[in-house]
């Protein structure tokens, strides 16, 4: 009874040893966790099979099973499997080629699922991670001679507001012997639409044993609530395997209170003493309040400050968010030849945002009242609100007083033709006259 037992114990180990055996029998040499490129064709992984068991492995067939390719507005990940080999002897391997094609606009986000291998006797899953990005590095690609360091600005986690400019900076390492062009790719990521916010590339040669300093700005657009992703690539421009990748997560911090000013200008911005100038901005609230705003110009080195009339622009962002508004003003005529600093504000709730300008004074030709009634000026925008509304000057003119003689002679005067007929009436009437005082002498 006990031998009974005791074979049957160690027939058991065995069956366990033999089972862990052929569950562990091709065995997937590779990475589990990949990112890949949304928009890229050749997103291409390779691994290895290799056969660990004793006896040879036939009718080999692997497949990805398990995975969600595709997104919430229908763009897909198509998968390719590429086995150089069908039968592997023991201790064999070959060749695995897993290719993504990866549609452009294919959401950021994290795939699961399994690299399944069958052969006769074998059946075995192995977990499989997909990270889709907007911007990556091959899954194959190396960075043994090119190295993207951390990121200096801006950090992970940093908060910013709506509109504001995103400053990045940071090193492009070139630790091999030969010279490199690298290519560099950056983009705003909006996790929350899949949309791209803005953009950035460019090219560098960096020496050999060396590093490149990469700095630009990235702009916040005004409308955005969400939460951002900044994602950066470097890759040598000959060998696009040669590359590095990083993300930085961006906050974004609606403030309760904010008015931007853009796409503000003067015109014109070159002037003379008693010209008029107009200046006009965009102003839109960014924050989460509705604001009543003004619009003001304001040069103290010319002792001006032009307003317009108060207004509302609500949140949200819709037509009711926004205005293009100007005002206009004339240069003083003891105004100071030169460069002056002209500020466009909006000023709302206790608050401003303002823009600076440079306005050009030129030499002023007189003064006002010292050679008579002489205007010059420029043709402005409309003016808005409660500005100056005096009408704007076009060209340039001089008047003078005119009597009563200046004005018969002028050509918008009496016409010609009606002096000669007067005249004519004239001489008939005279000759008239002569005739009849004649006549009376000889009665």
Same mark, same amino acid.
């Given at each position: 009874?006990?031998?009974?037992?005791?074979?049957?114990?160690?027939?058991?180990?065995?069956?366990?040893?033999?089972?862990?055996?052929?569950?562990?029998?091709?065995?997937?040499?590779?990475?589990?966790?990949?990112?890949?490129?949304?928009?890229?064709?050749?997103?291409?992984?390779?691994?290895?099979?290799?056969?660990?068991?004793?006896?040879?492995?036939?009718?080999?067939?692997?497949?990805?099973?398990?995975? +969600?390719?595709? @997104? #919430?507005?229908?763009?897909?990940?198509?998968?390719? /499997?590429?086995?150089?080999? !069908?039968?592997? $002897? %023991?201790?064999?391997?070959?060749?695995?080629?897993?290719?993504?094609?990866?549609?452009?606009?294919?959401?950021?986000?994290?795939?699961?699922?399994?690299?399944?291998?069958?052969?006769?006797?074998?059946?075995?899953?192995?977990?499989?991670?997909?990270?889709?990005?907007?911007?990556?590095?091959?899954?194959?690609?190396?960075?043994?001679?090119?190295?993207?360091?951390?990121?200096?600005?801006? +950090?992970?986690? @940093? #908060?910013?507001?709506?509109?504001?400019?995103?400053? /990045?900076?940071?090193?492009? !390492?070139?630790? $091999? %012997?030969?010279?490199?062009?690298?290519?560099?790719?950056?983009?705003?990521?909006?996790?929350?639409?899949?949309?791209?916010?803005?953009?950035?590339?460019?090219?560098?040669?960096?020496?050999?044993?060396?590093?490149?300093?990469?700095?630009?700005?990235?702009?916040?657009?005004?409308?955005?609530?969400?939460?951002?992703?900044?994602?950066?690539?470097?890759?040598?421009?000959?060998?696009?395997?040669?590359?590095?990748?990083?993300?930085?997560?961006?906050?974004?911090?609606?403030?309760?209170?904010?008015?931007?000013?853009?796409?503000?200008?003067?015109?014109?911005?070159?002037?003379?003493?008693?010209?008029?100038?107009?200046?006009?901005?965009?102003?839109?609230?960014?924050?989460?309040?509705?604001?009543?705003?003004?619009?003001?110009?304001?040069?103290?080195?010319?002792?001006?400050?032009?307003?317009?009339?108060?207004?509302?622009?609500?949140?949200?962002?819709?037509?009711?968010?926004?205005?293009?508004?100007?005002?206009?003003?004339?240069?003083?005529?003891?105004?100071?030849?030169?460069?002056?600093?002209?500020?466009?504000?909006?000023?709302?709730?206790?608050?401003?945002?303002?823009?600076?300008?440079?306005?050009?004074?030129?030499?002023?030709?007189?003064?006002?009242?010292?050679?008579?009634?002489?205007?010059?000026?420029?043709?402005?925008?409309?003016?808005?609100?409660?500005?100056?509304?005096?009408?704007?000057?076009?060209?340039?003119?001089?008047?003078?007083?005119?009597?009563?003689?200046?004005?018969?002679?002028?050509?918008?005067?009496?016409?010609?033709?009606?002096?000669?007929?007067?005249?004519?009436?004239?001489?008939?009437?005279?000759?008239?006259?002569?005739?009849?005082?004649?006549?009376?002498?000889?009665?």
């Amino acid at each position: 009874m006990k031998r009974s037992l005791l074979f049957i114990a160690l027939l058991s180990i065995v069956f366990i040893i033999g089972s862990l055996a052929v569950s562990a029998a091709p065995v997937i040499i590779g990475p589990t966790s990949v990112t890949v490129e949304s928009g890229e064709e050749n997103n291409i992984l390779n691994l290895i099979l290799q056969n660990n068991e004793t006896t040879p492995l036939n009718n080999i067939v692997v497949t990805l099973v398990g995975f +969600d390719f595709e @997104d #919430d507005d229908g763009d897909r990940v198509n998968p390719f /499997v590429t086995l150089n080999a !069908n039968s592997l $002897g %023991s201790q064999a391997s070959t060749n695995l080629t897993l290719r993504f094609d990866v549609e452009n606009g294919f959401d950021a986000q994290r795939l699961e699922g399994t690299l399944r291998v069958q052969a006769t006797g074998f059946d075995v899953n192995n977990s499989l991670r997909l990270d889709v990005q907007p911007l990556a590095c091959q899954p194959n690609a190396r960075t043994r001679d090119l190295r993207l360091d951390e990121i200096d600005q801006p +950090d992970d986690g @940093d #908060d910013f507001e709506p509109g504001d400019e995103i400053n /990045v900076q940071f090193d492009i !390492n070139n630790d $091999g %012997s030969d010279d490199i062009d690298v290519r560099i790719e950056a983009i705003l990521y909006n996790p929350d639409n899949g949309r791209v916010e803005d953009s950035f590339k460019d090219t560098e040669n960096i020496n050999e044993n060396d590093e490149q300093t990469v700095e630009f700005k990235l702009e916040i657009d005004t409308d955005i609530d969400e939460d951002l992703e900044l994602y950066i690539k470097v890759f040598d421009d000959d060998d696009d395997l040669q590359c590095d990748s990083q993300k930085v997560d961006i906050n974004i911090d609606k403030p309760d209170h904010k008015i931007t000013v853009e796409d503000y200008s003067l015109s014109p911005t070159t002037v003379m003493c008693g010209e008029r100038v107009s200046g006009s901005a965009l102003l839109t609230n960014v924050g989460r309040e509705d604001e009543f705003v003004t619009f003001e110009v304001e040069a103290t080195s010319l002792n001006l400050r032009t307003t317009s009339e108060r207004f509302e622009l609500e949140n949200g962002n819709n037509d009711d968010s926004e205005r293009q508004v100007s005002v206009a003003f004339n240069i003083p005529y003891d105004a100071r030849a030169g460069n002056h600093n002209v500020l466009l504000k909006a000023k709302y709730e206790g608050r401003e945002t303002s823009i600076p300008v440079q306005l050009t004074v030129t030499e002023c030709r007189s003064q006002a009242g010292s050679t008579g009634n002489t205007s010059t000026g420029t043709t402005t925008q409309p003016i808005q609100g409660n500005a100056n509304t005096q009408p704007p000057v076009t060209g340039a003119a001089t008047y003078t007083q005119k009597d009563v003689f200046d004005i018969f002679n002028s050509s918008d005067g009496i016409p010609t033709g009606f002096w000669i007929a007067l005249d004519v009436i004239i001489a008939v009437l005279v000759l008239g006259l002569i005739i009849w005082l004649f006549s009376r002498r000889r009665n």
